[in-house]
């Protein structure tokens, strides 16, 4: 019913920089929030940025000032952009789509996970 498309991962020198984006389709009036998050091999899911319908944003700590969420509703497209990467970046990066805004329940529509790995 509602489907998400995650592309911009890869491999990227630390220092350098990404943007990820995430194309939504399908029934999205009930989507009130998008957000990435990312999750390590041994680590937990952890949030990396957020964006509700009405523009208020929110990061995680320690990417809040390397990353920026955006999104783009004519295209019903969220992106990523990560500057200033670092090897503990390293991660799986899903992309996620909800009814309540900062928090993930059952419902909420994910995507396949787009990988980004930063070299030292």
């Known amino acids: 019913q509602v489907q998400l498309v995650e592309s911009g991962g890869g491999l990227v020198q630390a220092g350098g920089s990404l943007r990820l984006s995430c194309v939504v389709s399908?029934?999205?009036?009930?989507?009130?929030?998008m957000a990435w998050y990312r999750q390590a091999p041994g680590k937990q899911r952890e949030l990396v940025a957020s964006i509700t319908r009405g523009g208020s944003t929110n990061y995680g700590d320690f990417v809040k000032d390397r990353f920026t969420i955006s999104r783009d509703g004519a295209k019903n497209t969220v992106f990523l952009q990560m500057d200033k990467l670092k090897p503990e970046d390293t991660a799986v990066y899903y992309c996620n789509a909800g009814k309540i805004p900062t928090i993930t329940t059952p419902d909420d529509y994910w995507g396949q996970g787009t990988q980004v790995t930063v070299s030292s």
């Open positions: 399908g029934k999205i009036f009930s989507i009130n929030a």
